[in-house]
């Protein structure tokens, strides 16, 4: 018999896959996982990449207050980084990317996603998939309807934050409104919010308008509003549309004693910075504003400031905050990326307070936080965002109605 | 009511004028240079942010900085021509490639205005822009008044340009039939240049009016070129005065429309005269050859 190979070589090679069949498994036994990469989906691009912009700066100075604190300490004081995914504003970009995350950079979590609609579809892929999704942002109340077991919200939904709007027109004492709201799903939503919450107040809802995606002009809803004559207005728009809205406002004349912005617009910096004094006297609904005297409301100021050295943090980086937060407090309880043990520890949260006011507890079937059940109203005065409503979170008294638009 | 109704047709006809800029020059492109340009809605964009850095820079006027977009985008669109639709010509598959140039030219300035204007909306807020004229309890808007007088004015100055002088006529014959137009002495490539020129001047025009009551942000261009698409279909391609009558149509049906139905539904009766239009007057309803 001739061998082709010498003994001496076949040994050699023997005693070397020996090693590499026991070094290999005992390499991956050890609990030191070097980093924990998290998928993190935001519309970086498009329409929503100002806020996705915003969002962003939560979660990174969140990732950076845990790492500073010695990350993940039941995974080996592992540090949390992220797998950043730009769903380009686009349900579907959101679902390929998601289909990436979890097949290419095999997160063991996806977080995001700052839209309803962009959520929706990156979220169902992930069920597939049995990946855990941590939405911070996406307050759609159907979300958390879907029967899902692995996705978990910790934002205030639709009904708490829309309402709120209506509870703080109604608070003021106004009862002819108008609703306005695009018609895609936070829209429709919105509206329908908007309404049944005016209904419960026994308020009249004088106009329901809706408007297309991304309008070149409002001036048919502004037509149809100046008939109506509401006394005070709840909307539900992106930030680029509630600038022209607000601009056109003021060209076609349409008074109101008050506005209610949710979702885009009074809520974010950008609105004010491309409208200058148009944007005063206009109110938004948000989470959390920096003038809140609420659990390290200071802590997130301040590393904020310090960081961004800009405006001070307003509503989008402050959920992002507090959720990455919350994940990085359900990481530890768990002490594994496995996604069964991910969630019986988030079902185990049970944070009292956060800086939006509301603390995190998790209902056991739809996985919504139950404790999210309200939200606070911000206004611009001279230029400043402060803190109007409720009473117990305001710095500053509510100016209304509005001057109108002549007497400005 | 009445009042409204009325109301709804002058923000219509007014919005119209907007469009109407923008379109013309889509329409003079198509008409002599038969490319379908896919980056209009970017010539739109670049002269809006033009505008705001002039503005917020050096505080001037958009009346005034209308001059420097026209000029800056006449530019461009000669380069553009020169440079890239003039290499197309007598390759094979020329339309088809043309598509293809124009559409990369789209993303390429949309994401070029991301890398240096980031995706930030921006406005300017100008003192007189919410200015209006009030005739009889209508409102007219000044700025958006301006724009429609504006393009009433270009609308007739290409008209004569085309009709009248010899290098308008020179234009026409390159439209016509670019071989013969050759053959007798006239430089074809010159006159698309200078017509793509002028295209892209034309929306430079309606991208520095625009500016004060609109938002500024890399892809604010693609919210009006489907649109102006629309509308140069509509009057037939390469009509530029009908493109003028087409846009005042298309703002007067979306402002009607969304104030007695909806918006949505607007936007379905624009494409649905859109393909009425098609099936019963394939060649535009103004068939007047320009």
């Not at chain 1, 989906?41 to 962003?56: F, I, R, Y």
């Not at chain 1, 961004?308 to 959920?319: A, M």
Request: proline share 3%; aromatic share 10%.
């Amino acid at each position: 018999m001739k061998d082709n190979i010498s003994v001496s070589k076949k040994l050699t090679i023997s005693v070397i896959v020996v090693i590499l069949l026991i070094g290999l498994p005992i390499g991956g036994l050890t609990k030191e996982v070097k980093d924990v990469k998290i998928g993190l989906l935001l519309p970086m691009t498009g329409p929503m990449s100002s806020l996705g912009e915003l969002n962003k700066r939560g979660f990174d100075l969140a990732v950076e207050k845990i790492n500073r604190e010695g990350g993940i300490k039941s995974l080996g004081g592992a540090k949390i980084g992220f797998v950043l995914a730009d769903s380009q504003s686009d349900p579907k970009v959101a679902a390929s990317e998601t289909e990436k995350l979890i097949a290419i950079s095999k997160v063991p979590i996806i977080t995001g996603s700052y839209a309803g609609s962009l959520c929706i579809t990156a979220s169902a892929i992930a069920e597939r998939h049995k990946i855990p999704y941590w939405e911070v942002s996406a307050i759609t109340d159907v979300l958390t309807e879907r029967g899902f077991k692995y996705f978990f919200r910790t934002i205030v939904n639709t009904t708490g934050y829309c309402g709120t709007a209506i509870d703080f027109l109604n608070a003021l004492g106004y009862k002819k409104i108008a609703t306005m709201a695009e018609d895609t799903i936070m829209g429709v939503t919105a509206n329908k919010v908007f309404q049944t919450r005016a209904k419960e107040h026994g308020m009249e809802v004088l106009q329901v308008v809706t408007f297309p995606h991304s309008p070149t002009t409002f001036n048919s809803e502004i037509l149809k509003l100046k008939l109506a004559k509401p006394q005070a207005l709840a909307v539900a728009q992106f930030t680029n549309d509630a600038i022209l809205f607000v601009k056109q406002m003021k060209e076609l004349g349409l008074n109101v004693d008050l506005i209610a912005g949710t979702y885009g617009g009074p809520s974010d910096p950008q609105y004010a910075k491309a409208l200058g004094e148009l944007a005063d006297y206009t109110c938004g609904v948000t989470v959390y504003n920096w003038d809140m005297q609420t659990k390290g409301s200071k802590e997130f100021v301040n590393n904020y400031l310090e960081k961004y050295q800009q405006e001070k943090p307003g509503l989008h980086p402050s959920y992002c905050y507090m959720g990455m937060l919350a994940l990085a407090e359900v990481l530890e309880r768990a002490g594994s990326l496995d996604a069964d043990k991910i969630v019986e520890a988030a079902l185990k949260t049970d944070i009292p307070e956060t800086l939006t006011g509301y603390g995190i507890k998790f209902d056991p079937k739809t996985h919504h936080n139950i404790r999210a059940t309200y939200a606070s109203v911000v206004q611009w005065q001279k230029g400043e965002l402060v803190t109007v409503w409720p009473e117990r979170f305001a710095s500053k008294k509510v100016i209304s109605p509005m001057p109108k638009w002549k007497d400005r | 009511m009445a009042i409204m109704l009325l109301q709804a047709i002058v923000c219509g006809l007014l919005n119209g004028g907007v469009y109407a800029l923008i379109s013309m020059g889509l329409a003079l492109i198509f008409g002599v240079v038969k490319v379908v340009n896919f980056a209009h809605g970017e010539f739109l964009m670049l002269a809006m942010y033009i505008t705001y850095w002039v503005f917020t820079r050096w505080g001037v006027d958009p009346h005034l900085s209308l001059f420097l977009c026209s000029g800056t985008l006449f530019f461009v669109g000669y380069v553009t021509q020169k440079l890239l639709i003039e290499r197309t010509f007598n390759k094979p598959f020329e339309g088809e490639l043309q598509i293809f140039v124009t559409v990369a030219l789209s993303l390429a300035f949309i994401n070029g205005m991301h890398m240096i204007g980031k995706a930030d909306y921006r406005g300017i807020n100008l003192s007189y822009a919410s200015m209006a004229l009030n005739i009889q309890s209508l409102t007219f808007n000044f700025l958006k008044a301006v724009s429609f007088f504006l393009a009433l004015i270009v609308s007739y100055l290409i008209y004569l340009f085309l009709m009248k002088t010899d290098r308008g006529r020179a234009m026409r014959a390159v439209t016509e039939n670019r071989e013969a137009a050759a053959l007798i002495g006239i430089d074809v490539n010159k006159n698309y240049c200078l017509a793509f020129g002028i295209g892209a001047g034309l929306t430079g025009i309606a991208g520095a009016l625009l500016t004060p009551s609109f938002y500024v942000f890399p892809g604010v261009g693609l919210l009006f070129v489907l649109k102006a698409f629309v509308i140069i279909v509509l009057a037939g391609m390469g009509s530029v005065s009908g493109a003028f009558i087409a846009a005042l149509i298309v703002g007067v049906l979306e402002s009607l429309g969304g104030f007695l139905i909806g918006a949505a539904y607007t936007q379905m009766l624009i494409f649905a005269i859109f393909i009425l239009s098609m099936l019963f007057r394939p060649n535009g309803l103004f068939r007047r050859r320009e």
